[in-house]
């Protein structure tokens, strides 16, 4: 896709027929934000949130899109429409030309609607309700069909360098790990690996950038196992509190110092320094889940703070470095860190309110913002 920066360009959401944003996408270098909108799609300036060119009626005529995703800086955007969607089925995957504004391919399924799909230089996984279809992208040659898989969207993770984990229905105390090998964009070798996890039950799996680490969550949200992709050997253990914790979202910066950046309840945002566990021992089973249930030692939390609530994450001396706040004064639509900073994170709202927010700082509440912009 060009990147054409518009300049001084007016509110691209009209306030009297909004436009309702579904999904936020990066692209593989992190520099574009793709919507999937209730009229299209819309591809934005990571760096500033402006949009990339014009919007065209060939887009808005896309209708309800769930996802979309631009393939690097190029003219492909792929197009996942939603379930509502009067025009196409959300049991075919589009593959548009933005800049030709025609629609090159679609993927289709006869039985099964589309939840999601992840897209790497040279693999396409498209998550049905049942199964994960792995697609040799320039050929669009089905390699692999992965059924009776858990079609929960937290518990299946991919990255943009062909890593994909998941669990299987009948399995749920087993991690599967598949890492595809590819030369001149075909498909050569797959490297199976298992993580067998003592959680009952995972609440999310997800996979770092580079492919490094896999970072699983319990189902009470607060025991996260963070392995080692290649070794399948523990790396961290955190345990985050006495109390369950509903997490929407878990992701890795790519740089070291590692971190990881957990979503709670759609407005609480917790981060913590990633440490090497002594012996790969796990230290969060010491917590017994029977004191949580009965809710003693519940976290404290102090009013104050430049979004009006800082909280104070369970204390835990075994974990090195954190940071804790909420934005009680908006549900989060979209966290992540700043992919090429790295020292930042930033987050947009549901009102379309989009924040950079500095963490070098140890001591908790010390995150200065740096851009705020309205954006929506």
């Keep these: 896709m ?40 819309r591809v ?25 995703m631009v393939y690097y800086k190029a003219s492909l955007v792929f197009l996942l429409p939603k379930k509502t969607n009067e025009k196409y089925s959300n049991k075919e995957l589009i593959i548009f030309d933005d800049f030709y504004q025609t629609i090159l391919a679609k993927f289709k399924d006869k039985k099964e609607g589309f939840i999601n799909f992840g897209l790497s230089k040279t693999t396409l996984f498209i998550i049905a309700i049942s199964k994960i ?32 984990a998941y669990t299987f229905l009948e399995s749920k105390k087993e991690v599967n790990i598949n890492i595809y090998h590819n030369m001149n964009y075909k498909l ?41 992709t290649q070794t399948c ?29 957990l979503v709670r309840n759609d407005y609480k945002i917790y981060i913590y320094k990633i440490e090497k566990t002594e012996n790969d021992k796990c230290i969060c089973d010491k917590y017994s889940d029977n004191i949580m249930l009965s809710g003693d030692l519940n976290q404290e939390e102090d009013n104050g703070g430049f979004l009006g609530f800082i909280t104070k994450p369970f204390k835990n001396n075994d974990i090195k470095e954190i940071h804790a706040f909420a934005e009680y004064n908006g549900r989060l639509m979209f966290a992540d860190f700043d992919r090429t900073k790295h020292k930042e994170f930033f987050v947009i709202k549901y009102c379309g309110l989009f924040n950079i927010y500095h963490f070098i700082k140890k001591k908790t509440g010390k995150i200065s913002p740096q851009l705020s912009v309205q954006w929506i």
């Excluded at 760096?47 to 996802?67: Q, R």
Aim: hydrophobic share 40%; charged share 20%; net charge neutral.
């Design 2 to 41: 060009e990147i054409n920066e518009i300049k001084n360009i007016k509110p691209w959401n009209d306030k009297d027929n909004p436009i309702k944003v579904n999904s936020i996408r990066y692209n593989h270098d992190f520099s574009l934000l793709s919507l999937g909108t209730s009229q299209g799609y």
């Design 44 to 68: 934005f300036l990571t760096s500033d949130l402006k949009l990339t060119h014009e919007v065209t009626e060939a887009n808005i005529n896309f209708g309800d899109i769930l996802t979309a």
């Design 133 to 164: 279809i792995v697609i040799e992208l320039f050929t669009f040659k089905v390699i692999q069909i992965i059924e009776k898989i858990n079609s929960n969207n937290k518990l299946i993770s991919f990255n943009y360098l062909d890593y994909l």
């Design 188 to 228: 050569i070798s797959k490297t199976n690996k298992k993580i067998s996890i003592p959680f009952d039950f995972i609440q999310i799996i997800d996979i770092s950038p580079t492919g490094n680490y896999i970072g699983i969550v319990s189902i009470f949200g607060n025991k996260i196992h963070i392995y080692e």
């Design 233 to 261: 050997k523990l790396k961290e253990c955190i345990f985050t509190g006495p109390n369950v914790q509903t997490l929407d979202k878990m992701c890795f910066s790519e740089i070291k110092p590692n971190y990881i950046l």
